[in-house]
């Protein structure tokens, strides 16, 4: 049977850094304290005014197929994930494919915020182990959230940064790869965040733009232990399909925007701390971006190898959650 496996990675953040003090001087107060002791959060990438979507995902995704030495012809499909795209259309894989020449690749976005880099994987694996045709796939998430954010908006302002991260996945024969998946929605906390004009139910004009509502909004607060319980339900419904307990999982990659929930997780999983990766503290919460960056990050470290088992598991807007669970 085809099965379906991570190749290979890339990731880029943009140049500029926002430290956190930025925000005591733009805010008028100390909010790095409450940032560093809560959540962190020591200093994010924001994109330059000249840089959007597309170019923070043509960059992670050529250092994904340099790394597993791939020409561009040989990518089958390019699987954009992003709730901030270049444009609302065409599509933002279309702009990257036709940069990159990935000239035999088909292309779509998906947007499951920021449960969608997971999401997107998942349905790569399903092209390739369903479709012969499909040998490779350029699956990348990406954000640039810098672009909708409120500046005097301290909720959103000082937690949301940009990056993208990129995986090739290919098709194998063998026993190792994608062991399984879950996708779930609580879709009764769709209007509790997220940015809600721009699109067809409340289009731009100058009444939405001084309402801020073309930005990315907190509505409401969501239950703090919501993440945890239902991260640690996918874990473990996916430990047993495979007849493993969540000890045997070497590295746990799960959203960024708070540690707290991480570390929660980690406690009820009865796993130790550090198996979970963070980048949050040097590049703030990057959305659909934040999981293959933290995927890369800790290859190029040599903290993953080859034969190690991992999950990811993203959450965005929506709410939309997904879990994947991997063997190298």
């Known amino acids: 049977m085809r099965n379906a496996i991570i190749l290979s990675s890339g990731s880029y953040a943009p140049e500029r850094v926002i430290e956190n003090q930025w925000f005591n001087e733009q805010l008028g107060e100390d909010v790095d304290t409450w940032l560093r002791e809560n959540v962190q959060i020591y200093r994010r990438r ?39 795209p270049e444009y609302i259309s065409p599509s933002t894989a279309s702009v990257v494919q036709d940069r990159m020449g990935l000239q035999n ?32 796939i350029l699956v990348v998430g990406a954000y640039t959230m810098s672009k ?25 024969k063998g026993t190792e790869g994608f062991k399984g998946s879950r996708l779930l929605t609580q879709g009764q906390y769709n209007s509790w965040m997220g940015i809600y004009a721009g699109g067809s139910h409340q289009p731009i004009n100058h009444e939405v733009v001084d ?14 232990e ?9 874990i473990l419904e996916l430990c047993a399909k495979n007849n493993m307990v969540p000890h045997d999982i070497d590295h746990y990659f799960l959203t960024q925007i708070n540690i707290n929930s991480i570390f929660e997780t980690m406690d009820r999983l009865e796993v130790p701390r550090e198996r979970a990766a963070t980048i949050m503290h040097e590049y703030g919460y990057t959305g659909s971006a934040c999981l293959p960056m933290a995927f890369d990050q800790w290859r190029q470290a040599g903290k993953v190898k080859k034969g190690d088992k991992l999950i990811f598991v993203g959450s965005g807007g929506g709410l939309a959650f997904g879990a994947a669970l991997f063997e190298l």
């Open 148 to 172: 909708y954010l409120n500046l005097t908006d301290k909720k959103t302002v000082t937690l949301f940064a940009d990056g993208a991260g990129a995986v090739v996945v290919g098709a194998s």
């Open 46 to 84: 924001w994109c330059s005014d000249d840089e959007s979507t597309a170019d923070l995902v043509q960059k992670a995704a050529e250092l994904a197929l340099k790394e597993a030495n791939l020409a561009p012809e040989k990518i089958d499909l390019l699987i954009v994930a992003t709730d901030t």
């Open 226 to 234: 919501l993440n945890p319980e239902i991260w640690t339900k996918m």
């Open 105 to 136: 690749a088909g292309t779509f976005d998906l947007n499951t915020a920021c449960a969608g880099f997971v999401t997107a994987l998942d349905v790569a694996v399903k092209y390739i182990q369903s479709d012969e045709q499909y040998e490779h």
């Open 211 to 224: 309402r801020h509502e073309h930005q990315l909004q907190f509505v409401r607060r969501f239950p703090k």
